[in-house]
Every structure is written in structure tokens, then in C-alpha cells.
């Protein structure tokens, strides 16, 4: 795989009111697609939440992981985003691999804290909506904090063709005149298809487009990536924790266990020496 273009930008208008974030995540997704095969509207919609998780992460937890998970009310299918501090980024289809329809589907963002516990909020994505409508809807209700976020994946001719996305949050103390000329700037913003597809898009160039006008500070950018963080020390920690009669049932049986990451498809083979290992360890 090419190295990757993606980055995320932050900028601040100068009279404090507005922080402005803005991501190319093309070549991310592209990654998470080909790793999980998906296609249709499930690639569409776990391309704007793989995005998504990058955006609430760098804006509210930039220090922690976080991810960005889509559930359906009735059936097992869901979509994960899930954004590492390292900029490691990876996608998964769980449940039912059939399309993946947004029609009554809840949104569960999880924050993962440095000592190990979980922060989490759900909220339900509002009827008719995407999961631009999802993310907006979690940070008013979960954070409150007034915000516009936009993500949007684009294909051509069943290809991908552009991944990307902003959020503007309204900051503690802004007056009401900036909040009025933003909400109406921002009514030619709520797709951001056209942005995406100029051949010369960066997330730079995104701010510039928003921001068009309006004094502003650039901020840090940072660069992220496609990624799967599993290796086989974390796939024989969870073996470990097994129940020793789990474990010694998979002994007994003297066939090596062969195990495929779910995010990446990476295979991992183990010995019943090495199960006999886990057994001594316990």
C-alpha cells in the first residue's frame, strides 16, 4: 500500500468564537474497504464513521482511543470506526453482512481512558439521517456542545474517489452575530461532496473554503493512517484468559487453532504446545 496522504487540520477564528477541524481520509478507508471487502452503502457508511472517530477523537480526546460504533435496533449487524492515539486507524462489519441500513440504528461512542475504563455515550441516529446527523446528535446530547460535523465518502463508478469531512464548534462565550453568520455560511456546507472532489483537496484547503472571510489562526495538523494494532502477544493474552477447561478441551483435541484478526483478516496459527504453555502459565 502507497504511503498515506491523510491528515487532519485545526484552525481557530481569531475572535475565539469558532474551532474549526478539517480531514482527508481517502487513503485510510481506502485500507479499512479492502481489509473488510465491503461495498454499497455499508463502505459509504463505515467510511463516514471510520472519519467520524478520527474527528471526535482529535477534537475532544486526542490522547485516547476512541471509537465509533453503529448498531442496528433489530438484527446484529454493525459497523466499529476505531482511531488509536498513534493515528493507527481501522474499520470492522460485524453481525449480518448484509447492506447496512441506517433506519433506526443507534450510535455508541466509546472513549478507552489511560488506566483501562470506558467512557461511553449513546444516543439514537434521528429517522431519515446519516451518520453526520449520528455524530451531530451524540455531541449535543452526550458532550453538549453545539456543533456541525459533515463526513462524506464518494465513489465513481464503484470506486472510491474521496474521503473527508469537517467540524466547527461553537466555543464558551462566542456573541450571537459570528453564531448567526456561520449558521448561514454553513447551509452551503451540509454536503460536502463538491469539496471533496476538486482535485486539488486538502484538509487546508477545506478551512480556507469554511472559514472564506473570517480571520483565523492555523493551528497543529497531524497525519494518520490505516493500521491494524493486532499482533500475536494480544491474541494469546486472550486465550490466556480463557477458562482452563476451554483450554485444555482445545489441547485435547491436538489440532493447531487457527485464528483470523476479524479487522484485518490477518491469520495466526497456534500449537498445542503453545496451548499446553497457556495451561502452565494459569
Same mark, same amino acid.
Given at each position: ?34 481489509? /473488510?471487502?465491503? @461495498? ?6 463505515? &467510511?463516514?464513521?471510520?472519519? =467520524? ?7 475532544? @480526546? ?12 433489530? &438484527? ?9 492515539? @498513534? ?26 481512558? /489511560?488506566? &483501562? ?26 458532550? /453538549? ?6 463526513? =462524506? ?13 469537517? +467540524? ?10 459570528? +453564531? ?15 469539496? +471533496? ?47 482452563? @477447561?476451554?483450554? /485444555? ?34
Amino acid at each position: 500500500m502507497t504511503a498515506s496522504k491523510d491528515s487532519i487540520h485545526r484552525a481557530m477564528t481569531n475572535d475565539g468564537a469558532f474551532r474549526v477541524v478539517t480531514v482527508r481520509a481517502t487513503d485510510t478507508v481506502a485500507g479499512v474497504l479492502q481489509a /473488510q471487502d465491503a @461495498s454499497g452503502e455499508t463502505a459509504r457508511h463505515l &467510511g463516514d464513521l471510520v472519519t =467520524g472517530a478520527v474527528l471526535i477523537r482529535e477534537t475532544m @480526546s486526542p490522547a485516547l482511543r476512541v471509537q465509533g460504533i453503529l448498531k442496528q435496533r433489530k &438484527g446484529n449487524g454493525y459497523l466499529l470506526g476505531d482511531s488509536h492515539p @498513534s493515528g493507527s486507524t481501522r474499520g470492522l462489519v460485524g453481525g449480518a453482512h448484509s447492506e447496512f441500513e441506517m433506519n433506526d440504528a443507534l450510535l455508541r461512542v466509546v472513549r478507552t481512558l /489511560q488506566d &483501562g475504563r470506558i467512557q461511553q455515550g449513546v444516543v439514537a441516529v434521528p429517522d431519515g439521517g446519516d451518520v453526520s446527523k449520528g455524530l451531530m446528535t451524540y455531541m449535543q446530547e452526550s458532550e /453538549q456542545i453545539t456543533t456541525m460535523i459533515v463526513v =462524506g465518502t464518494l465513489f465513481d463508478d464503484g470506486k472510491l474517489a474521496a474521503v473527508g469531512g469537517y +467540524l466547527v464548534q461553537l466555543l464558551p462565550g462566542a456573541d450571537r452575530a459570528p +453564531l448567526m453568520i456561520m449558521t448561514e455560511r454553513l447551509e452551503d456546507f451540509c454536503n460536502v461532496d463538491k469539496f +471533496l472532489l476538486q482535485p486539488d483537496f486538502s484538509p487546508q484547503s477545506l478551512t480556507e473554503e469554511l472559514l472564506w472571510g473570517m480571520p483565523y489562526t492555523e493551528l497543529e495538523s497531524s497525519s494518520f493512517h490505516y493500521k491494524c494494532w493486532c499482533s500475536r502477544t494480544s491474541m494469546m493474552g486472550a486465550l490466556s484468559s480463557l477458562n482452563r @477447561s476451554e483450554i /485444555q478441551s482445545m489441547v485435547d483435541d491436538g489440532e493447531v487453532l487457527e485464528i483470523a484478526c476479524d479487522y484485518c483478516r490477518r491469520d495466526y496459527r497456534v500449537t498445542p504446545a503453545e496451548l499446553t504453555g497457556l495451561l502452565d502459565e494459569n
